[in-house]
């Protein structure tokens, strides 16, 4: 399975923006990008998701690199609320055998400053 | 979007005893659904595989004789975690098959405390 590499953690002030980096080096043609973040005692709720262009929505942007290789997560103006471990997965697409087996990495603790 | 709703929450049980899990799709069917487990300050490990009408499919080093899924209708599935021991104690997530404007819909989790 494709892997990928985030940092453990990072901190950010509330209302700045916030960019999580993720490499994924071996990513097939087909593999979707996805980031979904957890908080303690709770499921991961998904948050965006792409595959070769930049993606946009309510709750944050995904700005994939032209090489696929890596992507950035993007909160624009982090709340308390949005501190949580964040994991950027890669997913198979329909079809694939592995479609719907998420690997989750460590994920990366986004801690957030008042 | 797609809801999935897991119960219970949190559960304690002596060892030795079976415990059972649900999963169930609200507001669609599916076909397959997944199961995680998820140790204090580790990351989520895909158990296993559910598939409606027929048998699971599990990962490999999991026990599909402690750890068995049933899939009996669109909506339903469930993990029992059989004559349960105190490292079976974690946190148990279910997630609903992808979907392509919403990605993975994952439960609440069930936290299971083995005494």
């Known amino acids: ?114 | 979007g797609a809801v999935v709703s897991q119960h219970p929450s949190w559960v304690i049980c002596k060892s030795g005893t079976s415990v059972k899990i649900e999963c169930r799709s609200l507001d669609f069917q599916a076909t397959t659904m997944f199961w995680y487990r998820q140790f204090p300050k580790q990351s989520l490990m895909l158990m296993a595989t559910s598939n409606e009408g027929s048998k699971a499919t599990y990962e490999q080093g999991v026990e599909k004789d402690k750890f068995l899924i049933n899939h009996a209708s669109l909506t339903l599935s469930t993990l029992t975690v059989t004559s349960a021991h105190p490292e079976d104690s974690s946190f148990y997530i279910c997630s609903g098959p992808g979907d392509r404007n919403y990605g993975y819909t994952f439960g609440s989790g069930t936290r299971l405390t083995v005494v």
């Not at chain 1, 957890?38 to 993606?55: A, W």
């Not at chain 1, 709750?59 to 950027?88: G, Q, W």
């Not at chain 1, 997965?89 to 801690?111: P, W």
């Open chain 1, 1 to 114: 399975d494709a892997k990928t590499t985030q940092p453990n953690s990072m901190e950010s002030n509330e209302e700045e923006p916030v960019h999580l980096p993720c490499n994924h080096s071996t990513i097939s043609g087909t593999d979707y990008i996805h980031w979904y973040r957890q908080l303690p005692s709770q499921g991961p709720e998904y948050v965006i998701h792409g595959l070769t262009s930049n993606v946009n929505n309510r709750m944050a942007s995904l700005a994939i690199a032209e090489d696929r290789k890596s992507s950035t997560l993007i909160l624009h103006r982090a709340t308390l609320r949005d501190a949580a471990v964040y994991y950027c997965i890669l997913s198979a697409g329909a079809g694939g055998t592995s479609y719907g087996k998420l690997t989750f990495g460590q994920g990366t603790i986004l801690t957030v400053h008042p």
